[in-house]
């Protein structure tokens, strides 16, 4: 991504997940009532700690995620919707934090900001509707997205100091020297509010499988293809080359990259469901300096907080979930 790119993202707080579904902004904007339970007889798909998530909202997350060039499965096409769940109830559960946690902006805050986000768009010869068309949302949702930015960077202006994100480069030289991986995977998909039951149901059931692949009763790519609840079943599990950081699931990433060429990892577990990963390229990369990233770092750094809160948010919220 260009540097432009990057600047912009951030103005924006616009998620970079490359091959997930793009951030949804169809929450209500900051500040806003918010919207109650379903009443009895009308249960939509997810309820989080009392806030409602609408099949509508749900739809045109799955839409805006665009169409896999394979016919689905009907587990296939359940777990992505399930995916594009996990991404609405994480904004949910953050619009919701926000509101406790961080002060209040003001509109001035947001013009000013806006029009920033305006000037950059300029050099690429790109307007703020441009923006909305492409994002698929309205001016005011914008906004609220926009001030939620805002709230998010003065909160975490405290919380992360210069010496936090030097220690974060150091830990995550792979990631910065842009080291890849290629990996396929197969997934069991777990709702938001699974059990320890399901948990250990899904895990024996990949163990087994596992113990399969690594006997050569199996080729992955066709368990993939077999068993996986993901969109990248019909081509193998393939889920391309991913660096280090913030393309995936950082469990899964991590075991992505500590698992040798050809090799196939232990059960992981993501916030997606529980995975098996096989490894079939590393790119190495090339030598980064600090100093001359040192922002972009700290963008990584503060998003990697943001999952972490989330991670725990998740633990503590009440969710339920009734996909149709």
Same mark, same amino acid.
């Given at each position: 991504m260009s540097r432009q790119k990057w600047i912009l993202a951030s103005l924006t707080g616009a998620a970079v997940l490359a091959g997930s579904a793009a951030s949804v902004n169809a929450q209500a904007p900051a500040g806003?009532?918010?919207?109650?339970?379903?009443?009895?007889?009308?249960?939509?798909?997810?309820?989080?700690?009392?806030?409602?998530? &609408?099949?509508?909202?749900?739809?045109?997350?799955?839409? *805006?995620?665009?169409? +896999?060039?394979? &016919?689905?499965? #009907?587990?296939?096409?359940?777990?992505?919707? @399930?995916?594009? @769940?996990?991404?609405?109830?994480?904004?949910?559960? @953050?619009?919701?934090?926000?509101?406790?946690?961080?002060?209040?902006?003001? /509109?001035?805050? %947001?013009?000013?900001?806006? =029009?920033?986000?305006?000037?950059?768009?300029?050099?690429?010869?790109?307007?703020?509707?441009?923006?909305?068309?492409?994002? !698929? *949302? &309205? #001016?005011? =949702?914008?906004?609220? !997205?926009?001030?939620?930015?805002? *709230?998010?960077?003065?909160?975490?202006?405290?919380? %992360? +100091?210069?010496? !936090?994100?030097?220690?974060?480069?150091? #830990?995550?030289?792979?990631?910065?020297?842009?080291?890849?991986?290629?990996?396929?995977?197969?997934?069991?998909?777990?709702? /938001?509010?699974?059990?320890?039951?399901?948990?250990?149901?899904?895990?024996? *059931?990949?163990?087994?499988?596992? !113990?399969?692949?690594?006997?050569?009763?199996?080729d992955f790519a066709e368990a993939a293809k077999k068993y996986s609840q993901c969109p990248t079943a019909p081509n193998g599990g393939d889920v391309g080359l991913i660096p280090r950081k913030m393309a995936v699931d950082e469990n899964f990433a991590r075991a992505a990259f500590s698992t040798p060429v050809n090799g196939i990892s232990d059960v992981v577990q993501t916030s997606f469901g529980l995975h098996l990963i096989k490894v079939t390229e590393r790119k190495p990369g090339e030598p980064s300096d600090f100093s001359k990233i040192k922002e972009d770092v700290r963008f990584f750094c503060v998003d990697e907080m943001r999952m972490s809160l989330l991670n725990d948010l998740r633990k503590s919220a009440q969710i339920e979930v009734i996909l149709p």
């Open positions: 806003a009532p918010p919207k109650a339970a379903a009443t009895a007889g009308a249960k939509p798909p997810a309820i989080v700690n009392g806030e409602i998530i &609408t099949k509508a909202e749900l739809d045109a997350a799955v839409k *805006q995620a665009g169409q +896999s060039p394979v &016919t689905l499965t #009907e587990d296939q096409r359940r777990g992505q919707q @399930m995916q594009v @769940m996990g991404i609405l109830i994480d904004e949910m559960l @953050m619009h919701q934090f926000l509101a406790k946690n961080a002060a209040p902006v003001t /509109p001035a805050e %947001v013009d000013a900001r806006e =029009a920033l986000i305006a000037a950059e768009l300029k050099k690429e010869n790109k307007t703020l509707k441009d923006l909305f068309k492409e994002g !698929d *949302q &309205t #001016e005011a =949702a914008f906004r609220a !997205d926009v001030g939620r930015t805002l *709230q998010w960077e003065a909160y975490t202006k405290a919380k %992360v +100091s210069d010496a !936090d994100v030097e220690h974060y480069y150091k #830990e995550n030289k792979d990631f910065f020297d842009k080291v890849m991986v290629r990996a396929s995977h197969i997934v069991l998909r777990l709702a /938001p509010n699974a059990t320890e039951a399901d948990r250990a149901k899904a895990k024996e *059931q990949l163990t087994e499988l596992r !113990d399969q692949l690594m006997a050569n009763k199996i």
